[in-house]
């Protein structure tokens, strides 16, 4: 059974910083792209970062690009989201989630990590 | 960057209900849409992927059908569970993009 364990979440103030991590579990990790989806509070899901199973290939959104960093360590089955300036509007719910089969489908989600900035 | 658009944004129906919610595209995406069912508190769970196809172990009551620019998931017949925000996202091309999500109230 695939499971997906976010961690690293809290409270931090404006100009901060944080990072997440995944911890990845039932599924061969190195093999498959994985990314970050976010939820501000009482707003719909929003897609952050994405990136190959190798490490080699990452995507993000406009909106944290040059701020946040996505990476990952294969040996330890584990996804990670450094985010820096962090600002207001990054408040929310962090979700990991596993592409499966098809491309940019995410097929299997962890429960989420709340961050939130404020003063 | 390709904005999907659904609708309604809430819907409130019976149990046995036959229930549609539609997402569109600002451009063609070909088949490349899936829905996922999301509940407070909880992760998110993939429903239909490439428009049409089910996620293994998804009830057969959910349905997704469409291409090119619109897109619909239909729930055969209402159930309790079902209460829940339903999300189409894009799976074309980066950015990502989801729908604005469509809330299903049971009366």
């Known amino acids: 059974e695939v499971q997906l364990v976010e961690s690293g979440g809290g409270f931090v103030q404006p100009g901060g910083s944080l990072r997440l991590s995944c911890v990845a579990s039932?599924?061969?990790?190195?093999?498959?792209?994985m990314g970050w989806v976010r939820q501000a509070p009482g707003k719909g899901l929003k897609w952050v970062s994405s990136?190959?199973?190798?490490?080699?290939?990452?995507f993000y959104a406009d909106s944290v690009k040059g701020r946040f960093t996505i990476s990952r360590d294969n040996s330890k089955n584990t996804l990670y989201l450094q985010l820096h300036s962090l600002t207001a509007e990054d408040t929310a719910v962090y979700y990991c989630?596993?592409?499966?089969?098809?491309?940019?489908?995410?097929?299997?989600w962890g429960q989420g990590s709340l961050v939130t900035v404020s003063t | 960057d390709i904005q999907m658009t659904q609708s309604p944004s809430t819907l409130s129906a019976s149990v046995g209900d036959r229930v549609t919610i539609t997402c569109r595209a600002s451009?063609?995406?070909?088949?490349?849409l899936a829905w996922y069912q999301h509940k407070p508190g909880k992760a998110p769970k993939l429903l239909i992927y490439?428009?049409?196809s089910s996620q293994g172990g998804v009830p057969s009551r959910f349905s997704g059908s469409g291409s090119g620019t619109e897109f619909t998931l239909t729930i055969s017949s209402l159930q309790p569970d079902d209460s829940a925000t339903y999300y189409c996202?894009?799976?074309?091309?980066?950015?990502?993009?989801f729908g604005g999500g469509t809330k299903v109230e049971i009366k």
């Open positions: 989630a596993k592409v499966g089969a098809e491309w940019e489908v995410f097929d299997s």
């Open positions: 039932g599924f061969t990790f190195s093999t498959y792209t």
């Open positions: 990136l190959s199973g190798g490490g080699g290939s990452t």
């Open positions: 451009q063609s995406i070909s088949s490349w």
């Open positions: 490439k428009a049409s």
């Open positions: 996202q894009q799976h074309d091309s980066y950015p990502l993009t």
